[in-house]
C-alpha cells in the first residue's frame, strides 16, 4: 500500500494505493461524511476490485486529513475530488481508465463530478438517496444525472432509501441497513461482476 498526499484547493487529501501488476483500470473510492476509508464496505468493494485486475486508490478527503468529523460543503467536497483524480491520473493512475464511486456522501460526490472527472463508470456503495425518513428530499437527480454505467449496492433496510434501477444504473440489494456490512459476500461479488464488464 501506497500512500500519496495530494494538493487541492481545500488543504491536502490522502490516497491510499493498492497497486497491481499489468492494471487493466484504476477504481477511487471516497469514504463516507463521518466514516473513513477503513470502512468495511470500502475495503471489501477495493479486494474485490484488485482481484478483477484494477489498481484502487482510498481517498480521504481534507477535512478527515485535517483531523475534523463534520464534513465538509458539498462544493469543497466537489472540488476536492475532482483535484485528486486529477493528481491520481497524472500518477499514481497513470495512463488506466478510471471508475470512481465511494460509501454514502462519497458516492454523492463521485456522481456529480463524474464529467469533470472523465469517469468510465461510478460504484456506489449505500448511495443516501434521501435523509432518514424525509423521501420528499430526494437526490434522484444525482444518480440520473450520471452518463457513464453505475453500480449502487445498497442495503434492503436501509433509512436512506433504496434507489430504483434505471438507464446505465444497475442496483443490487443486500441483506442489512447502510452500513452495508450484514452481506460482505453477496457485496464483493456485485462489485467483481460489474467492474468485470466496466471499459
Same mark, same amino acid.
Given at each position: 500500500?501506497?500512500?500519496?498526499?495530494?494538493?487541492?484547493?481545500?488543504?491536502?487529501?490522502?490516497?491510499? %494505493?493498492?497497486?497491481?501488476?499489468?492494471?487493466?483500470?484504476?477504481?477511487?473510492?471516497?469514504?463516507?461524511?463521518?466514516?473513513?476509508?477503513?470502512?468495511?464496505?470500502?475495503?471489501?468493494?477495493?479486494?474485490?476490485?484488485?482481484?478483477?485486475?484494477?489498481? %484502487?486508490?482510498?481517498?480521504?478527503?481534507?477535512?478527515? %486529513? +485535517?483531523?475534523?468529523?463534520?464534513?465538509?460543503?458539498?462544493?469543497?467536497?466537489?472540488? +476536492?475530488?475532482?483535484?485528486?483524480?486529477k493528481?491520481?491520473?497524472?500518477?499514481?493512475?497513470?495512463?488506466?481508465?478510471?471508475?470512481t464511486?465511494?460509501?454514502?456522501?462519497?458516492?454523492?460526490?463521485?456522481?456529480?463530478?463524474?464529467?469533470?472527472?472523465?469517469?468510465?463508470? %461510478?460504484?456506489c456503495?449505500?448511495?443516501?438517496?434521501?435523509?432518514?425518513?424525509?423521501?420528499?428530499?430526494?437526490?434522484?437527480?444525482?444518480?440520473?444525472?450520471?452518463?457513464?454505467?453505475?453500480l449502487?449496492v445498497?442495503?434492503?433496510?436501509?433509512?436512506?432509501?433504496?434507489?430504483?434501477?434505471?438507464?446505465?444504473?444497475?442496483?443490487?440489494?443486500?441483506?442489512?441497513?447502510?452500513s452495508?456490512?450484514?452481506?460482505?459476500?453477496?457485496?464483493?461479488?456485485?462489485?467483481?461482476?460489474?467492474?468485470?464488464?466496466?471499459?
Amino acid at each position: 500500500m501506497q500512500v500519496i498526499e495530494i494538493e487541492t484547493p481545500h488543504g491536502p487529501a490522502r490516497a491510499h %494505493v493498492t497497486k497491481v501488476r499489468g492494471a487493466r483500470g484504476g477504481l477511487i473510492l471516497g469514504h463516507g461524511a463521518g466514516g473513513g476509508v477503513g470502512a468495511r464496505d470500502l475495503t471489501a468493494a477495493a479486494e474485490a476490485a484488485a482481484a478483477e485486475g484494477f489498481r %484502487v486508490a482510498l481517498v480521504e478527503q481534507p477535512y478527515r %486529513v +485535517a483531523g475534523r468529523r463534520s464534513p465538509a460543503p458539498a462544493a469543497q467536497l466537489d472540488v +476536492a475530488w475532482t483535484a485528486v483524480v486529477k493528481g491520481l491520473r497524472a500518477g499514481a493512475l497513470r495512463r488506466l481508465p478510471l471508475v470512481t464511486g465511494g460509501r454514502s456522501s462519497g458516492a454523492r460526490v463521485a456522481c456529480r463530478t463524474a464529467v469533470a472527472t472523465g469517469a468510465t463508470g %461510478v460504484l456506489c456503495l449505500a448511495f443516501p438517496l434521501h435523509p432518514p425518513g424525509r423521501p420528499e428530499k430526494s437526490r434522484l437527480d444525482e444518480l440520473d444525472g450520471v452518463a457513464v454505467p453505475v453500480l449502487v449496492v445498497q442495503g434492503e433496510s436501509d433509512p436512506f432509501g433504496m434507489p430504483p434501477d434505471g438507464p446505465n444504473r444497475t442496483v443490487v440489494r443486500v441483506r442489512g441497513n447502510h452500513s452495508l456490512s450484514s452481506d460482505i459476500v453477496t457485496l464483493r461479488t456485485a462489485v467483481a461482476e460489474w467492474l468485470a464488464q466496466v471499459r
